[in-house]
């Protein structure tokens, strides 16, 4: 008899899936690093040389404004990663959809750059550019008195945005933000997923899920790329959001001009202004977030898509009014009669004790290739074949 063990099918995470675990991991992310992202947004913003660095530049606003003052702009921070991430990862996972190779079900990297593109063009224009119009007009305000404060709170904020620049105001700096976007998420999930696959040989839907410390490295790694590319864009995106609608009176009049001004008013290295910070904020906030999408997708694959796989592989085996039929091309051959009650729950201890083995040996460090799906199959034919020939055996001595 042919070997019945069945050929993983491809798998994946549906969208909304991805979205969950994105939006988890934006909320843990956004309450641990809010105070960097305060700091950068006054070094960019900072003209005069106010702050010399950023150790410097923390403790200025915590000794002149208050501790508290590390965290302004949370709500809509936190509003704004929870849906970003939410968006990128379900946008993400559509266009990966589209451009998977349908013969092999796979995606290549030059598919992933062009997903993880569109997912930052789609990220930029919906949930960052207003969000983050927001976040910057209450970070750049100084002090914590209310009456000294031109916007009171992120509603007052966006009415009186609306009120004084008109709604397109929300979407001052919206170009670089989607170059910026654009381009940090096409580095970052192609990376993410090299990274899976050469440090841990993990890919979605083999039904491995990461330690957190794994995940937390290869976050980390991929979240580095972006900043230093699409630093430029980020600088140019706070000038022009802190400034306002663009005006007659305007210093910045688009994307370009903004980085010609900058150039010649302050030197190459200002378009770099604020990467430090950067690079501290997003490669870590990058790690939290991949712990948490990852427990969260992994526990989906765990959970659904190995019993998935298991159904899956009963196209193969046929199970029918107590006999087993083998698939041999297109065609169905019996092979032998059984207990029906009895296999099935014989395959569902074995697949379970087997499982339990492999997530302790996992846990440990220890490499285990033998799939406990597979093994089931092949200890159930085998049952049934001894059972077969068991009853064979006293037929004939009777």
């Not at 993410?192 to 993990?202: G, I, T």
């Not at 150039?263 to 378009?271: F, I, K």
């Not at 870590?284 to 899956?312: F, S």
């Not at 201890?349 to 996992?362: A, G």
Request: contains cysteine.
């Amino acid at each position: 008899m042919a070997d019945p063990s069945p050929t993983q099918p491809q798998t994946t995470i549906p969208p909304h899936i991805k979205a969950i675990s994105g939006s988890f991991g934006g909320i843990v992310e956004a309450c641990c690093l809010q105070p960097i992202d305060v700091i950068k947004t006054r070094l960019q913003l900072d003209r005069s040389g106010k702050y010399t660095g950023i150790l410097h530049c923390g403790a200025q606003v915590a000794r002149t404004e208050g501790v508290r003052a590390l965290w302004k702009g949370l709500t809509p921070f936190a509003t704004h990663l929870t849906l970003k991430y939410a968006l990128r990862m379900a946008s993400n996972a559509v266009l990966q959809g589209a451009l998977r190779d349908e013969s092999t079900g796979k995606v290549g990297n030059f598919g992933r750059l062009v997903s993880g593109f569109g997912a930052g063009v789609v990220e930029a224009l919906v949930i960052v550019t207003p969000f983050e119009v927001i976040k910057i007009r209450l970070q750049q305000q100084k002090g914590l008195r209310p009456e000294l404060l031109k916007y009171k709170g992120p509603i007052h904020c966006v009415q009186s945005i609306i009120r004084e620049e008109g709604i397109l105001g929300l979407w001052s700096g919206a170009a670089p933000t989607v170059m910026r976007n654009g381009t940090n998420q096409a580095a970052m999930f192609t990376a993410k997923y090299n990274f899976d696959k050469f440090l841990w040989q993990r890919q979605e839907g083999d039904g491995k899920v990461l330690l957190p410390w794994q995940s937390m490295i290869s976050g980390f790694l991929a979240g580095t790329v972006g900043p230093i590319c699409t630093g430029p864009f980020d600088v140019v995106k706070t000038r022009l959001m802190a400034q306002g609608r663009v005006g007659p009176d305007s210093k910045y009049k688009g994307m370009l001009h903004a980085i010609k001004t900058i150039y010649a008013e302050e030197g190459l290295l200002a378009l770099w202004k604020g990467l430090l910070p950067r690079l501290m904020r997003i490669p870590p906030g990058q790690a939290i977030m991949w712990v948490v999408a990852d427990q969260i997708t992994g526990l989906y694959e765990k959970k659904y898509l190995q019993n998935l796989y298991t159904r899956r592989a009963w196209n193969t085996i046929y199970l029918r009014f107590g006999y087993v039929f083998v698939k041999k091309g297109r065609s169905l051959t019996k092979a032998f009669s059984f207990k029906y009650d009895e296999s099935l729950l014989l395959l569902d201890e074995k697949y379970h004790r087997l499982e339990s083995q492999k997530s302790r040996m996992s846990s440990l460090g220890i490499d285990t290739p033998v799939d406990p799906a597979r093994l089931t199959f092949q200890v159930l034919c085998n049952h049934m074949f001894k059972s077969q020939k068991v009853q064979e055996s006293r037929c004939r001595k009777a």
